[in-house]
T-cell receptor
Framework: EAQVTQNPRYLITVTGKKLTVTCSQN?????MSWYRQDPGLGLRQIYY???????DKGDVPEGYKVSRKEKRNFPLILESPSPNQTSLYFC???????????????FGPGTRLTVT | SQQGEEDPQALSIQEGENATMNCSYK?????LQWYRQNSGRGLVHLIL?????REKHSGRLRVTLDTSKKSSSLLITASRAADTASYFC????????????FGIGTKLQVIP
């Protein structure tokens, strides 16, 4: 089954404790992206990756890191989480990114993160 | 800043009625997509409309795009209780950008 998986689905952690949220897709997609969703703010893009070893900042990259060493995986790293990073996080992938934005994105189920 | 702004932010209608949601954006775009999200779950792609198209249909969905007004609308006809969800527009900026911007969404409630 074609899908995007994220782990963990729920996470409660404390300020400053490094964490990684994993994202994996099995569709051989080139483009992958991370979003956070907050009430009243919609989805905001954190980082995206056009392909292996090619990543770039979205609209809200501060406090996050990503890497794309393999095509299928795109982990999101919070080196020192803070309470303002409490949010619902989504990973998404699409066949390609690019200027024409013509490929639909497939979303993972989400990771609900609470930082105390 | 938010590229896409949906209007209204919340909409409640009776089953069988039509639901119209609007999306406005600020800069030139290539294409625009609409997504649906059931409560707290991942988004699901509904429809894509290209910047050179004015209208597109898919089942009970009708999407329009007015690039001169920088706006799009999503019409769901003959709504069903199962259409209850949040709906988002998403834009990719023209000029070779790979950033994707989502609006804040319209929360639709269809009352049986």
């Amino acid at each position: 089954e074609a899908q995007v998986t994220q782990n963990p689905r729920y996470l409660i952690t404390v300020t400053g404790k490094k964490l990684t949220v994993t994202c994996s897709q099995n569709m051989n997609h080139e483009y992958m992206s991370w979003y956070r969703q907050d009430p009243g703010l919609g989805l905001r893009q954190i980082y995206y990756s056009m392909n292996v070893e090619v990543t770039d900042k979205g609209d809200v990259p501060e406090g996050y890191k990503v890497s794309r060493k393999e095509k299928r995986n795109f982990p999101l790293i919070l080196e020192s989480p803070s309470p303002n990073q409490t949010s619902l996080y989504f990973c998404a992938s699409s066949l390609r990114g690019g200027r024409y934005f013509r490929n639909e994105q497939y979303f993972g189920p989400g990771t609900r993160l609470t930082v105390t | 800043s938010q590229q896409g702004e949906e209007d209204p932010q919340a909409l409640s209608i009776q089953e069988g009625e039509n639901a119209t949601m609007n999306c406005s954006y600020k800069t030139s775009i290539n294409n625009l997509q609409w997504y649906r999200q059931n409560s707290g779950r991942g988004l699901v792609h509904l429809i894509l409309i290209r910047s050179n198209e004015r209208e597109k249909h898919s089942g009970r969905l009708r999407v329009t795009l007015d690039t001169s007004k920088k706006s799009s609308s999503l019409l769901i006809t003959a709504s069903r209780a199962a259409d209850t969800a949040s709906y988002f527009c998403a834009t990719g900026l023209s000029g070779g950008y790979q950033k994707v911007t989502f609006g804040i969404g319209t929360k639709l409630q269809v009352i049986p």
